[in-house]
């Protein structure tokens, strides 16, 4: 009794060792020890199906999550050709024969099971005469929408399909787009818990195999629990530091994303996430749209230049205009500097102060605006931004410039969505010092931007790029749109 019980658990902590380490090779044991180790992996999971199937003179296991994998598929295509199987089941290869799948992959161990089931793959194994035999066939049917334009990136004229938030459909609409057989694809996966599948899309001689290398390394070296979406593999794509200018750029669009590709820049594609970025990211990428390449050159040329003047008035119209009122007055005309002193007449607050609270209640009806539903964020939007600022006037809280200088601000910001976030922290510094050092505050921020961003890079590229250094086949594609000469040397661009 006690050598049998000695072996008893002998045998107990042998499954436990095996479950804990999931890495022995399942076929140096047999077919209902796996089958007691998958149960223990999973145990008090109620949509783990373990279905026993008699073929070939064998007892059949073929094991699968219910919802996350395709139940017709696997009846057809698994489970049938099992049971009508009239041969034998004798060696690994007897499977690929009877199963009809389109993905088929041997497995060798516990552990390789496990993350095909995690994967949703179906299993099947049995005792064979090389041991336990098993092999992985892909089924993956878990729920997803379809391919529908982004509300994010509008377009008047162009292709309407957005990324989704499977992985191996965003893969397949970037391959639509680069018919190329350079086009290759690296996976890896993150996250402790989530184990999610991250794709590195990039064109094998045109981005820089060293890039390559790095991004891929940074990936696999993100020690986290979970990966619910890109913004996490951005943070550590980063370096991990807060910038106030983003380094990685992203898109819900397969076109944009494709044609970034074709410019040397590596596209990262996550699980669970519609938006896919890419690196290097360059300042000038936030004065183009994809619809540039769509319109006449001079309009779109017109379009540019205007997005930076919109970032520049965004960043200082407030603090131009507080420069002025504060410690430049003969700096406007008379007359001007007369109307805008009488409409501030009955106020009770200061320049300063005024213009900071305005800026912040308008930044609170956008923030509103984009957390509601459509209907209601659009209602509080109308709400906040025309009675309530016609109020703020009527009583004498704020004056009519005020409101003209915060709104036309708002609306510059919008239309450089990449630099929203960061345009706010900056356009309130500005203003402060201008409130304390007039137009010298103005200057020494300039200055300190110009020199931040010429000093930046990207994954090892110049963010200024191509404006400092300059480069004369850049210049073609960023404040300008030249289609003929950019598309030419758009595979260019990266190598200065």
Do not use: W
């Not at 094991?63 to 009508?84: A, C, H, Q």
């Not at 690929?96 to 497995?107: D, F, M, Y």
Request: a neutral charge; charged letters at 20%.
């Amino acid at each position: 009794m006690r050598n049998f019980s000695a072996y008893f658990f002998y045998f107990e902590e042998k499954i436990v060792k095996n479950v804990k380490s999931g890495e022995k090779m399942i076929k140096n044991i047999n077919a209902e020890e796996v089958k007691a180790q998958i149960e223990n992996i999973f145990e008090n999971c109620g949509d783990l199906n373990i279905r026993t199937v008699f073929s070939g003179g064998k007892t059949v296991y073929v094991v699968n999550f219910g919802n996350f994998t395709g139940r017709d598929y696997i009846s057809e295509n698994i489970i049938k050709p099992l049971v009508m199987n009239k041969g034998t089941i004798e060696k690994n290869e007897d499977f690929l024969g009877i199963v009809s799948a389109a993905e088929a992959k041997e497995l060798s161990s516990v552990n390789d099971i496990k993350k095909q089931l995690l994967s949703g793959g179906a299993v099947v194994f049995a005792q064979t005469t090389d041991g336990v035999s098993a092999y992985s066939f892909m089924a993956r049917n878990e729920p997803s929408r379809s391919v529908n334009e982004p509300e994010s990136e509008v377009v008047i004229r162009g292709p309407r399909e957005g990324f989704i938030e499977k992985s191996e459909d965003n893969v397949a609409l970037i391959r639509k787009r680069i018919k190329s057989e350079n086009l290759k694809v690296i996976t890896v996966n993150a996250g402790k818990y989530t184990d999610t599948n991250i794709k590195i899309m990039y064109l094998k001689g045109v981005a820089d195999e060293r890039l390559v290398r790095d991004v891929k390394s940074r990936i696999e070296q993100m020690d986290i629990p979970s990966v619910m979406d890109s913004g996490y593999i951005e943070q550590y794509l980063a370096g991990g530091k807060s910038k106030l200018f983003t380094e990685i750029g992203n898109s819900e669009k397969p076109d944009k994303v494709a044609s970034k590709i074709t410019e040397g820049r590596i596209a990262v594609i996550s699980d669970a996430s519609p938006v896919v970025l890419t690196v290097p990211y360059l300042f000038a990428e936030s004065l183009q749209s994809a619809e540039d390449y769509l319109k006449t050159p001079y309009y779109a040329t017109f379009i540019r230049i205007l997005r930076f003047i919109s970032l520049i008035l965004s960043l200082y119209l407030p603090a131009f205009y507080v420069a002025v009122m504060e410690h430049h007055k003969n700096a406007v005309p008379a007359k001007l500097y007369m109307k805008m002193t009488e409409s501030r007449a009955d106020v009770p607050f200061g320049i300063f102060g005024e213009l900071i609270v305005i800026l912040l209640i308008f930044e609170l009806i956008r923030e509103v605006g984009i957390r509601m539903p459509g209907a209601v964020g659009d209602a509080v939007s109308i709400v906040g931004g025309l009675i309530l600022g016609d109020a703020a006037i009527a009583a004498g809280i704020s004056s009519p410039p005020i409101i003209m200088v915060a709104s036309l601000t708002a609306i510059c910001t919008f239309i450089l969505p990449t630099y929203m976030n960061s345009t706010l922290l900056i356009r309130l510094l500005n203003t402060a010092a201008a409130y304390l050092f007039g137009a010298l505050g103005i200057a020494a921020s300039l200055a300190v931007i110009l020199t931040v961003l010429s000093c930046k890079t990207s994954f090892g590229v110049p963010y200024m790029l191509p404006f400092s250094p300059v480069s004369k086949d850049g210049i073609y594609d960023s404040l300008f749109v030249l289609p003929k000469k950019a598309i030419k040397n758009s595979d260019k661009e990266l190598k200065y």
